[in-house]
């Protein structure tokens, strides 16, 4: 699950970075940072959830 999301969202990136995804927050190039936060908190979570559950 961890490396999906991982895959997911550097693929999002690097969309942001050619042309803008056009989301609220997400309208300019530079706005790619904000998407590895997002990258970030999913994959501690996702990390968090299979050490506690799993």
Do not use: H
């Not at 961890?2 to 530079?30: C, D, E, F, H, Y």
């Amino acid at each position: 699950m961890t490396k999906t999301i991982s895959v997911l969202l550097m693929l999002a990136m690097v969309v942001q970075i050619i042309k803008p995804l056009n989301l609220p927050g997400l309208r300019r190039r530079m706005d790619f940072w904000k998407l590895a936060l997002v990258a970030f908190a999913l994959w501690s979570v996702a990390l968090l959830l299979r050490e506690f559950v799993g």
